[in-house]
């Protein structure tokens, strides 16, 4: 089992940054594909971005295409989610998660998740 942990999240205004950290405990992190998640009040959760466990491979969101980055460090067991010219609409809560498997966008094929961070862009 493994544990993850999110930090990083905060207020910030448009056209801002963040960087939000995934940190992970327990079995080897670097076996396993991870990703990011959001979820805004009263939307279902929507996928981010993933990484391969080798970092070689990553896919985002078209809503986030270009502004977001997301990077992982295997010795550290921690990925991260760069965020970039931050927009309202970017506002949610942000999940880390992990999946015994390949990358994939959808949140149901991912086994353990974090207790999600809180992103507040403001206009």
């Known amino acids: 089992q493994v544990q993850l942990v999110e930090s990083g999240g905060g207020l910030v205004q448009a056209g801002g940054s963040l960087r939000l950290s995934c940190a992970a405990s327990?079995?080897?992190?670097?076996?396993?594909?991870m990703g990011w998640f959001r979820q805004a009040p009263g939307k279902e959760r929507e996928f981010v971005a993933t990484?391969?466990?080798?970092?070689?491979?990553?896919y985002y969101a078209d809503s986030v295409k270009g502004r977001f980055t997301i990077s992982r460090d295997n010795a550290k067991n921690t990925m991260y989610l760069q965020m970039n010219s931050l927009k309202p609409e970017d506002t949610a809560v942000y999940y880390c998660?992990?999946?015994?498997?390949?990358?994939?966008?959808?949140?149901?094929?991912?086994?353990?998740w974090g207790q999600g961070t809180q992103v507040t862009v403001s206009s």
């Open positions: 998660a992990l999946r015994y498997g390949s990358t994939t966008q959808a949140p149901e094929y991912y086994n353990q």
């Open positions: 327990g079995r080897t992190f670097s076996s396993y594909a």
């Open positions: 990484i391969s466990w080798s970092g070689s491979r990553t």
